[in-house]
């Protein structure tokens, strides 16, 4: 039997704050040191207002690429 454990990876939430961004930073250096996945997750309520909507997931979703981004250049 081996004593080695596979790690799952990591899941963080993200709501575009600033300790949701710090999150999201050491989660994708640990998970690269580890080579593991990372998985961010935002909810969103399921009644999309006039005032916001599809244009707010997708600005959220070009943050979290960017942070990756940034993350992989060092």
Known sequence: MSDQHTHPGFVVGVDGSPSSTMAVEWAARDAEMRNVPLKLVHVVPPLVTAGGGRSDIEA???FAR???HRC???
Do not use: S
Request: proline share 0%.
């Open 60 to 62: 959220l979703t070009g």
């Open 66 to 68: 960017a942070r990756r």
């Open 72 to 74: 992989q250049d060092g």
